[in-house]
């Protein structure tokens, strides 16, 4: 049987894949085994806490109200906190002294889709082995809950102090004053649509937002982080020192320059390492970042005198390589960075802080700090297909692979690698010559198609 939880928790088509029924059996599950781990972390005399989030996606409430259904039937008292970005239920997890939360979100995926991750004790990621342990809870049908007055209780934090609590956590993460710079802000119609402006002019920007009213069916439509246009042409509409985008939970954030030009998660990561490296707080004066990373990347930093952790994709194994080596920066492409001191996962909006900070600093535009890097050509092909485990085992596919990778040489490079939450291959081509490479990535795009 197919593992439940992808890279980032379980996700899927609302009502079909991800049910109520499953949402249910998953709180249920969850709370018998993260109660049981982290059974010192109790508010009260007798149960434990589970602070439950979402972004706004219609299906969030029917998911919201089953996955609290099963969190209370374990006798695990709920602590709803409404719409928040996903690195503010992690935030308020830790804060309350939870036992685990959750967040019910899809991230950058389509509406129709929906998604929930767990949090263990101190807003941290659970590792494979807890995952497991959850799943087979499911599985085997073993969960007995408690009855009488050892039920969980669930009830509705303020969603205005919930909200205050993260920004004015995000605003003790940032270093310096914002005054001065304006801010094109693309909330994706999501999680972000209060967070993100509110802690922006908090912090001293000119905020202009855009998608940020949020009807539960427009998230992630044409907007965010996947879709930069509107927030290219409003950067240059309205003069703006930089545009920002996030995702429909908030985890990640890009950048466009005063010119419209993208600032994708790999000049992020290079102008937040310089940051941190000048300011002292770059542990092991190491950046960790995926094997998705830029070729570029890895000679801005080390021009730089910084070093490079490689992990595979996915933030989860950054998270990891940040926790066992200590280090204070790492993230992904996609603009999914992770700054420990700070948060326990992915933070968009801190990033979004982080990165108009250093052009506070520095006095420089986002153009000339994301200069640092030059960025190789690269093209990525989504490549839909029936059997992800069958394109990793042809031979067909990894011949063609070594093929290509000696005719590039040390020019470029190939990786080709399985969707965590999606039936594709993504093939990546990295190459001088941007028609090289894609020429490439289609010849194996085809090759992978046809497996």
């Known amino acids: ?46 149960r434990p806490l589970a602070v439950v989030g979402r972004d706004p996606r219609v299906s969030g ?3 919201e109200a089953a996955l609290a259904a099963g969190l209370s039937s374990q006798g695990v008292d709920v602590l709803l906190v409404g719409e928040l970005p996903t690195p503010a239920v992690a935030h308020l997890t830790a804060q309350h002294g939870a036992a685990l939360g959750a967040m019910i979100s899809a991230s950058h ?42 039920i969980g209780r669930i009830s509705h934090a303020s969603s205005a102090d919930a909200l205050d609590g993260y920004v004015s956590h995000l605003l003790g993460a940032t270093p310096g004053k914002l005054d001065g710079l304006t801010v094109v802000v693309d909330c994706a119609n999501g999680a972000a649509s209060q967070a993100g402006p509110c802690a922006y002019r ?23 982080s996947t879709h930069l246009d509107d927030v290219r042409a409003a950067v240059v509409e309205h003069g703006a020192d930089l545009g920002l985008a996030h995702d429909g939970d908030a985890d990640r954030c890009l950048a466009v320059d005063a010119a419209g030009t993208v600032v994708d998660g790999d000049q992020i990561m290079a102008i937040l390492a310089l940051a941190m490296r000048d300011s002292g707080e770059l542990a092991g004066n190491t950046l960790v970042a995926t094997v998705m990373s830029n070729l570029g990347l890895k000679v801005a930093m080390r021009e730089a ?3 490079m952790s490689e992990t595979k994709v996915g933030d989860r194994y950054v998270l990891e390589r940040l926790r066992e ?23 968009g909006v801190l990033t979004g802080l982080r990165i108009m900070a250093r052009m506070a600093e520095t006095g420089s535009s986002l153009a000339d700090l994301a200069a640092v890097m030059t960025v190789l050509p690269q093209v990525l092909i989504n490549v839909p297909v029936g059997d992800k485990a ?35 291959v993504r093939v990546m081509v990295e190459a001088q010559d941007p028609e090289r490479a894609r020429s490439v990535a289609e010849r194996l795009a085809d090759i992978v198609a046809a497996v």
């Open 1 to 46: 049987m197919a593992r439940l939880f992808g890279t980032d928790g379980v996700r899927g088509l609302a009502n079909r894949k991800l049910t109520a029924d499953l949402a249910l059996r998953l709180g249920a599950a969850a709370a018998a085994v993260l109660a049981a781990e982290h059974a010192d972390h109790r508010p009260g005399p007798n």
């Open 61 to 63: 409430e029917m998911l």
């Open 109 to 150: 995926n389509a509406m129709p889709d929906n998604g929930i991750k767990f949090f263990a004790a101190g807003g941290h990621k659970l590792g494979d082995a807890i995952e497991d342990a959850i799943e087979g809870a499911i599985t085997t049908d073993s969960i007995t809950g408690p009855t009488g007055d050892a």
């Open 202 to 224: 908090e912090a001293g920007a000119t905020v202009i937002e855009i998608h940020a009213t949020p009807d539960g069916y427009n998230i992630n439509d044409k907007c965010g």
């Open 305 to 307: 005198g910084i070093e």
């Open 325 to 347: 080596g200590g280090f204070s920066l790492g993230g992904e492409q996609s603009g999914h960075l992770v700054l420990p001191a700070h948060a326990t996962t992915g933070d």
């Open 390 to 424: 069958a394109v990793a085992a042809s031979d067909a596919v990894s011949n063609a692979v070594a093929a290509e990778e000696a005719k590039l040489g040390d020019t470029g490079r190939v990786l080709l690698r399985p969707s965590g939450t999606e039936q594709l």
